[in-house]
């Protein structure tokens, strides 16, 4: 998946987030199949189940039935097309969500070759917010960070200086 391009410096804003809001004792329901953050969050001492891949547009039996006390959702609500309804549908009084920010020097984000790998939604932090708003959360803490790359160019130049990512810590 992150063939010579591993993000370290997401990875590192998004286990620094984490670690001041929620604390290793309290169980994470983590949005998404096991990957190599889940991984990172587990090596830190975090007890983290993943989902399995569900459909979370149509299928929300997973959010709906865990008794996690937090769920994490890392870059996840992007891909569905209607992330309202499996906000709702979380139980647990913590979350802990990440975005990439829509960047308007860019176009959204679509694998050619993997259809879940697709961004329907590309978020301005505002729009993000009032998402979670809707959806009976409220915002305590949020964070943004640029992505530079190390390519040359005109949009390499603006991710020096323009937010890539957006972290939002919100309760119920």
Request: glycine fraction near 4%; avoid cysteine; proline fraction near 5%.
């Amino acid at each position: 998946m992150y063939e010579n391009n591993f993000p370290n410096k997401r990875y590192k804003h998004t286990l620094a987030f984490l670690q001041k809001h929620v604390n290793t004792s309290e169980s994470i329901l983590d949005l998404g199949v096991e990957n190599p953050f889940s991984e990172i969050m587990k090596s830190q001492g975090f007890q983290v189940e993943n989902t399995q891949g569900e459909d979370l547009d149509v299928n929300f039996g997973v959010v709906s039935q865990s008794s996690a006390e937090v769920v994490t959702a890392f870059e996840i609500f992007e891909h569905l097309v209607a992330p309202f309804n499996v906000l709702k549908e979380i139980k647990a009084q913590k979350l802990v969500a990440s975005i990439p920010m829509r960047l308007w020097f860019a176009s959204a984000y679509r694998s050619k070759t993997d259809p879940w790998d697709r961004h329907y939604h590309e978020f301005e932090d505002w729009q993000f917010d009032w998402l979670l708003e809707k959806a009976g959360w409220t915002i305590k803490d949020s964070a943004k960070w640029t992505n530079p790359t190390k390519k040359v160019g005109i949009r390499p130049l603006l991710r020096l200086f323009t937010p890539r990512y957006y972290i939002v810590y919100a309760e119920r």
